[in-house]
C-alpha cells in the first residue's frame, strides 16, 4: 500500500510554533517529513515529496510507502490510498520537479570508480563561447532541459506528448557540522504523456526521476488529462 498526501499547517499556531515549524531549506523539509514516520528509526527513506508555496505558507505533497501522522499536532495531513489504474495508451497530464544532470566519469581510468554529475543547463551554458553565453539564460532553458527528461521517458514507462520547462533555480544549502554547501539545480516540467508501460510507469511513480530526492526533486505527480485541479 501506497499514500499520497498534501501537508499543510494547521491555522492558528502561535508565532513561536510557526517559526520552528517551517523548515528553513530543502534538507530541513525532509528531516520534517521524516519526523511524520514515527516509525522510522533505521528505516530506508521511502517516500518522495514536492513543496509548494501557498502564500506565506509550505504546502508539501508526499507520496510514502507508510501512511504519516503528526503527534506534535502542527499539520493538517490529508491522506488517501495511492492506487494508480494505469494502462497502455492512457493520456496523462504531468507535473515534475526535476534535478537535470548528467553523470560523467572523473577519469579516463578504466578502474577510477568516481563519478560527477554536472548541471546540464550549466554545462551546456560553458560550452558556449563567452558572447554566446550572454544570450538570456531563459533560452538556454529551453534548448537543453526538455532533452533531459525525453532521453529518460522511455525506460520511465512514457512517452512526451507536450511538455512545458520552467523554473530553474540554482539552490545551496548547508547540513549542521557540514562546512562545504550542497549545490543541486532543479527545473519544472509540465504537459502531457502517453502511458508506454504501465509496470514501468508505475515504477517510476514509486521511486521518482532524476536525483535529489532528498531535497524534494523526483516525485512525478500525474493525473487524467484534461482533469481540473
Known amino acids: 500500500m501506497w499514500y499520497f498526501s498534501r501537508i499543510q499547517l494547521k491555522q492558528g499556531l502561535d508565532p513561536d510554533t510557526l517559526a520552528s515549524a517551517i523548515p528553513a531549506h530543502a534538507y530541513a523539509e525532509h528531516q520534517t517529513l521524516w519526523q511524520l514516520f514515527p516509525d522510522n528509526a533505521d528505516h530506508p527513506r521511502d517516500f518522495l515529496f514536492r513543496r509548494e508555496q501557498r502564500g506565506h505558507w509550505p504546502l508539501f505533497y508526499l507520496l510514502s510507502a507508510r501512511q504519516p501522522s503528526d ?100 539552490h545551496r544549502l548547508y547540513k549542521s557540522r557540514q562546512t562545504a554547501p550542497i549545490r543541486f539545480s532543479t527545473l519544472d516540467y509540465q504537459g502531457v504523456l502517453c502511458v508506454r508501460d504501465p509496470d514501468a510507469l508505475l515504477n517510476t511513480l514509486h521511486t521518482g526521476v532524476g536525483p535529489a530526492k532528498g531535497f524534494g526533486c523526483g516525485l512525478l505527480l500525474v493525473r487524467p488529462a484534461g482533469a481540473g485541479g
Do not use: C
Not at 489504474?85 to 577510477?112: E, Y
Not at 554536472?118 to 531563459?138: C, E, G, I, T, Y
Open 71 to 170: 503527534g506534535h499536532g502542527r499539520w493538517r495531513i490529508e491522506t488517501k490510498a495511492f492506487r494508480p489504474q494505469l494502462h497502455t495508451g492512457q493520456r496523462l497530464a504531468f507535473s515534475l520537479r526535476a534535478n537535470p544532470v548528467r553523470t560523467r566519469r572523473m577519469s579516463d581510468d578504466r578502474n577510477d570508480k568516481r563519478r560527477r554529475r554536472d548541471d546540464v543547463v550549466m554545462a551546456a551554458k560553458f560550452s558556449l563561447s563567452a558572447p554566446q553565453r550572454a544570450a538570456p539564460q531563459s533560452e538556454l532553458v529551453q534548448r537543453v532541459g526538455p532533452g533531459w527528461l525525453e532521453e529518460r521517458a522511455e525506460r520511465h514507462g512514457f512517452a512526451i506528448e507536450s511538455l512545458q520547462v520552467e523554473g530553474y533555480r540554482q
